[in-house]
DNA sequence: AATTACTATTCTGCATACATAATGGTAGCA
DNA sequence: TGCTACCATTATGTATGCAGAATAGTAATT
């Protein structure tokens, strides 16, 4: 799901929007953790443009919440305090929920089918131990089922607060437990979804997103090793 | 509720801010209509400041998807489709619910006071046929619930949300019957807020928003007419 | 030795200039 | 008369320059 919100023109691909989805990635991938600074100017050479396109990346970063602005003291990745994390994470899984009730109602069967190969994917990389690929493979379940709700904006909002969340969860996803946990939770999903049942689908798509039990504690207490500094 | 966001710094305000807020504004009170051009040069010399600072807040606004960009050829006042609106109101349904639900386990009771004078106040402009007045009380005895709701994340995402829809929305409230409708409703919130009750609190600010009935039609109906051109 | 004040440097915010793509209009040709 | 091609104009994207604010570092005073 690299563009949910790719539109019919072709767009002409400008240095400000490279850039801005270069960050993006950046952040995302953890590479940018949380408080760090976004100099313009080294921004501006390391990535061989002026500062321009930089700063209009960066008013896009702080506008979607991935980066932050204090007055005139230059932008930063944004930090998430555990109470707006929790919200969070409430929020995500009410949508992500709502993307797996309608994916069990509008989902096509080639969907349905991709959805399982993912699934053997995830087993083969779990057993094999590889965290990496597991993590990879896994974004590609969750993308798989926005496409399959047959949404644009419910998709779109899902997609964008999962990578918001995502440089919080990168420490996460390598936790023990917690991947043999995720494949026993989007077997539910998927199982609900090729039923065609749309309620047992929200169901199982909130609870695997919710922090729930021992999860939560583990989870805060590896937020700290996602925030620079300090 | 004129900023959530608003952080502890003092934060300089600066031109293309102020700038992002008065094109928010101008969009969310239907001065500026969906489709509408946003021309950056006239723009610039309309509000007496470089094309730098305007283009900086379309950036913004664009990224909120207050606005929208086509490839090389300017942005304007995003439009959406009537599928897009309806899921738009969907997750906007779900997260008032949040919202309510939190207010009625969170709220002081000054705040459920306040509820009750801003009720008093709309059934004041109803009465007196003041729809313009009825618009703007409503949105304060919305904004009150999402402080009342004690988050932050949720209280900021249904805010913004509520913005992005406004503009759909203007001609709406001006129909018959629907202030009316309107009173029975936030009624029925602001007693399960008072109860204490939160799954009722959640389930009548869902009710609420959502789009039922022959609302639909005379909602869709009323969508073209917020509409530039065509 | 600690704190404060001052200065210098750095970085942000804004304006302006330039290059390139898109749009509109006109002229030429079929 | 209608269509196409070319040119001019306009507007967007990017770079650069400048002014002001914030930060850091140093020196001076208590």
Chains 1, 2 share one sequence.
């Not at 919100?5 to 240095?15: L, M």
């Not at 994917?121 to 590889?130: H, K, Q, S």
């Amino acid at each position: 799901m690299k563009s949910v919100k790719q539109k019919s023109a072709p767009r002409a691909a400008t240095r400000s929007d490279t850039l801005r989805s270069q960050l993006e990635n950046l952040i995302v991938d953890g590479h940018l953790k949380p408080g760090e600074r976004l100099d313009e100017t080294e921004l501006a050479s390391r990535f061989n443009v002026s500062r321009t396109p930089v700063r209009e990346a960066i008013k896009s970063l702080v506008a979607t919440g991935l980066a932050e602005i204090r007055g005139r003291q230059g932008a930063s990745v944004t930090v998430l305090s555990i109470p707006v994390l929790l919200e969070m994470f409430e929020v995500m899984a009410t949508l992500e929920g709502m993307c797996s009730g309608f994916a069990a109602r509008r989902s096509t069967a080639a969907q349905r089918t991709r959805l399982r190969e993912i699934h053997t994917e995830l087993i083969r990389a779990n057993e094999a131990g590889e965290p990496e690929a597991f993590y990879k493979v896994n974004a590609l379940f969750h993308d798989t089922i926005y496409e399959a709700s047959h949404t644009n904006f419910i998709a779109e909002q899902t997609w964008q607060l999962r990578r918001r969340l995502a440089p919080y969860r990168l420490r996460v996803t390598y936790q023990p437990g917690r991947m043999q946990a995720t494949l026993v939770e989007h077997l539910r999903i998927i199982e609900a979804i090729e039923a065609a049942d749309g309620k047992a689908a929200t169901q199982a798509a909130m609870d695997h997103v919710k922090l729930l039990g021992d999860d939560l504690p583990d989870f805060i207490a590896s937020i700290q090793k996602s925030i620079i500094g300090d």
